[in-house]
């Protein structure tokens, strides 16, 4: 594999990671000072690998008969939603 894109695809996933819910989560339960950070290093690492794995292999599967401008255009539809329903929850 080329390291370029292999650079690249690393430093947009790192960029895109930086501050989600997941890396709030687990700063959350890092805080528990009975945790063990080895574990939840371990636990959250392993999760995110499992769910990386799954992204590939459904992405994969999707684009055969899906073009990825629907593929992007129903991911940013998605953001949207969810952005909204998030600021719609915020009212109450």
Do not use: C, H, N
Request: proline content about 1%.
């Amino acid at each position: 594999m080329a390291y370029k894109m292999l650079a690249g695809v690393f430093f947009a996933i790192f960029l895109a990671e930086l501050g989600d819910k997941t890396q709030m989560a687990t700063l959350l339960l890092a805080s528990d000072r009975e945790m063990s950070k080895v574990g939840l290093f371990l636990a959250a690492s392993s999760a995110l690998v499992l769910t990386t794995l799954m992204a590939v292999v459904i992405g994969s599967q999707v684009s055969r008969w899906v073009s990825p401008q629907v593929i992007k255009l129903i991911a940013g539809m998605g953001f949207i939603a969810i952005g909204i329903w998030i600021l719609w929850g915020m009212r109450a």
